[in-house]
């Protein structure tokens, strides 16, 4: 892994892109047709006491790789926008930088910088209710050249009309989007790759309805949609299991190919 002093200097060295606005789609993931190549079978769900995240962790061996100190060498600023986090992704850091603590607007790690600014807001919202709908960093991965982001507002979808809750693909070299997936697939803590052809994310808001998506990596399509009782929170996989934390569930599915 690259030392941490290394990377503070190839952060401040990068140029901050920033990225033009996405095409907010309001479409969502209605099914899923065909079969999947990657599934997901149901092993247990149970029920939990809602504030027993860290239990849950501690229970079941996982770990967040979120890292909420600043590491030595990582810039503390990128213009106007603070260090709020760092996500270990590979052998790679990924340094999210935001104006507040409400959610970062800029991902930044070894020789690149982006600036998703001009993802905050969908091209419409219900009058008065701009202050809720503003969309954030919400997780950040890199595998081989391409970064995957997940933006999203927490809020009700119908607040931004549907266009919500996104994951879009970043050409690490050619600094261009490759893709931008259909709305409200994401908006869970992270989201997590469960081999390098797919990446597995979740969504979920009080009444609204709750599900995992499987992503293609590719291209960002839907290949698989479970159905969950209450929103994912955090999405954690280890060996052939995935650990799916919920408001008020546990689930623990197990990764077919």
Do not use: C
Request: hydrophobic share 40%; net charge neutral.
């Amino acid at each position: 892994m690259l030392a941490m002093t290394t990377l503070g200097l190839l952060l401040l060295a990068a140029a901050l892109t920033r990225l033009p606005a996405p095409d907010f789609q309001a479409t969502p993931v209605k099914s899923v047709a065909g079969k999947a190549p990657v599934t997901l079978r149901l092993v247990s769900s149970t029920a939990n006491n809602i504030t027993d995240d860290d239990a849950w962790f501690e229970k079941n061996g996982l770990a967040l790789d979120r890292i909420d100190e600043a590491p030595e060498g990582l810039p503390s600023r990128i213009e106007d926008a603070k260090f709020l986090y760092a996500i270990r992704s590979g052998d790679r850091l990924l340094g999210i930088y935001g104006p507040d603590y409400g959610g970062g607007t800029i991902v930044a790690g070894p020789g690149f910088a982006f600036d998703f600014s001009d993802y905050r807001f969908a091209p419409r919202h219900v009058e008065g209710e701009r202050e809720f709908v503003e969309q954030r960093v919400l997780w950040a991965e890199v595998k081989g050249d391409v970064l995957y982001v997940a933006h999203g507002h927490r809020t009700y979808a119908k607040s931004s009309h549907g266009m919500n809750a996104y994951v879009t693909a970043i050409d690490l070299r050619g600094g261009k989007a490759l893709w931008h997936s259909a709305p409200l697939v994401a908006n869970a803590g992270n989201f997590t790759f469960l081999d390098d052809g797919h990446l597995v994310t979740g969504y979920g808001f009080t009444a609204e309805p709750d599900f995992l998506y499987v992503l293609r990596a590719k291209d960002g399509a839907a290949v698989a949609k479970v159905p969950l009782k209450s929103g994912p929170s955090f999405l954690l996989l280890r060996g052939e299991r995935l650990y799916v934390r919920t408001y008020d569930r546990d689930y623990v599915f197990r990764v077919v190919n």
